[in-house]
């Protein structure tokens, strides 16, 4: 059975007591049965992995202590050297949650949520701040899974023409899904320096949208004569590209 990995807010360091809340008495004590005295590794994101012992586990709280580094995050083998950012149109309910877990466990470095013409989600502000901290939990429970050590930075949602007058991606590839494009993902030379990867909601993106991303550098590819769900669009594509010119 492989190892229990928890992501954890704190600073690291040996000899650090970490008090958790409810959430991680949940979790620990109840999913996985853990008690005083078990093993597990800790980390945050910037301080690398940690052993960690359980000194206490009760209902409402966790307590652990610290003891050695077990991973440096910026020679973590399992963080992708192939920089992918990844702007997706929201989809809705479970759908989008599958797209940022399967993203997080594909190595991808930032998501940004987009709202679109054609897209079925609506979210004011309010809503909008507690998806985009759900996406950041998400993706920090698929890191927890797959090993790696730095979660991906998940971006508030916004509308896409807005992204795209403060998008910073300078250098890198811009790809947009288009179902029926004549160029191919996979017939693409691979990017100097990093991918941004462009796909839409449901719906699919308006004409006018398809358009201000032409404008904003995107060339169109497409992922064969099929047309895929969203998740499915972008779990294929990040496969592809993880597997063309990155570590799969």
């Known amino acids: 059975m492989p190892p229990t990995r928890l992501y954890v807010e704190q600073r690291l360091g040996p000899g650090a007591k970490l008090d ?5 008495a949940r979790y620990l004590g109840r999913v996985l049965r853990l008690k005083a ?9 910037d301080d690398g992995e940690w052993q960690a012992t359980l000194l206490m586990v009760g209902k409402e709280r966790v307590a652990l202590s610290v003891g050695n580094s077990v991973g440096d995050p910026l020679n973590a083998h399992t ?17 989008m949650d599958f797209v940022v877990q399967k993203a997080t466990e594909l190595g991808v470095e930032r998501i940004t949520p987009v709202l679109s013409d054609h897209g079925m989600v609506r ?43 403060t998008a910073e991606t300078e250098g890198d590839t811009r790809l947009i899904l288009v179902p029926g494009a004549a160029a191919s993902l996979s017939d693409r030379a691979a990017p100097a320096t990093g991918l941004c990867l462009l796909i839409g909601p449901e719906g699919g993106f308006s004409e006018r949208e398809s358009s201000d991303a032409g404008l904003a550098g995107f060339s169109a590819v497409s992922l064969g004569p099929r047309i895929l769900r969203t998740e499915t669009a972008a779990v294929a594509a990040l496969a592809i590209v993880q597997s063309r010119w990155g570590d799969m």
Request: hydrophobic share 35%; charged share 25%.
């Open 79 to 95: 963080e992708s050297a192939f920089r992918i950012h990844l702007v997706q149109g929201i989809s809705r309910g479970e759908r």
């Open 123 to 165: 979210l004011d502000a309010k809503r909008a701040a507690k998806r985009r901290d759900h996406w950041q939990r998400v993706a920090q429970s698929a890191c927890e899974q797959s090993g790696r050590t730095r979660p991906p930075l998940v971006e508030p949602p916004m509308p896409l023409n807005t992204w795209f007058g």
């Open 37 to 45: 005295g078990d093993t597990l590794s800790v980390f945050n994101g």
């Open 20 to 24: 958790l809340g409810a959430d991680a």
